[in-house]
């Protein structure tokens, strides 16, 4: 990466016009002010990501969001610009998710061999409440597909067979397989994106 670095605390009222590669040029060159603004530019887009692909409970995305982020400024120099800077940080995220899904497969590990069992967490009535509603709105948007699209979703995104496995079964093709599931789950997408209007 090659530029004019730009001091960031020269830049009025925090309203910052650097692109995102500027601003990890100035994450690598070691620029205090930098890391926040990059911070605040992506940590939705990152939160968003890691809750997507873990399904974890939310202070553990936040300490993965961290990490992410830890990570990304510890790595900067690293940035080559072979792609947007926005997929390379969801990147470094992907990597962070999957050690944290080792690290608790581990412990969980552990903690049988010790037979220590955690305890059951107990979910509060506004929780139970919103997990409901959001079971109503997939099972809403299921029962609008029809059913082949249906069955590929539900033996492959429900009940975890593998698409090689579910397609033998259906007597598919892979990629028959893969486009209904993927026409499933855009079409259980805009259903659930559409009743939340």
Not at 16 to 29: F, N, V
Not at 34 to 51: G, N, T
Not at 90 to 104: D, F, S
Request: aromatic content about 6%; proline content about 3%.
């Amino acid at each position: 990466m090659t530029g004019e670095v730009i001091p960031i605390a020269a830049l009025d009222g925090g309203r910052l016009d650097l692109s995102d590669a500027q601003l990890i040029t100035l994450c690598a060159c070691g620029d205090r002010a930098a890391p926040e603004v990059l911070f605040r530019r992506f940590y939705k887009d990152v939160h968003r990501f890691l809750a997507r692909i873990t399904r974890e409970e939310r202070w553990e995305i936040d300490d993965m969001v961290q990490d992410t982020f830890v990570q990304i400024f510890k790595s900067a120099a690293r940035y080559n610009g072979k792609s947007s800077v926005r997929t390379w940080l969801l990147g470094v995220a992907a990597n962070v998710a999957k050690n944290h899904i080792r690290r608790k497969s581990r412990m969980r590990r552990k903690m049988k061999a010790l037979k220590l069992e955690p305890a059951p967490e107990i979910a509060g009535p506004s929780r139970l409440a919103g997990r409901r509603e959001e079971l109503r709105q997939v099972e809403r948007a299921m029962s609008l597909l029809d059913h082949d699209h249906l069955v590929v979703f539900v033996m492959c995104a429900v009940e975890g067979i593998p698409g090689t496995e579910a397609a033998k079964l259906l007597g598919l093709r892979n990629g028959t397989l893969w486009r209904r599931l993927h026409e499933a789950r855009k079409q259980i997408a805009e259903e659930i994106k559409g009743g939340a209007r």
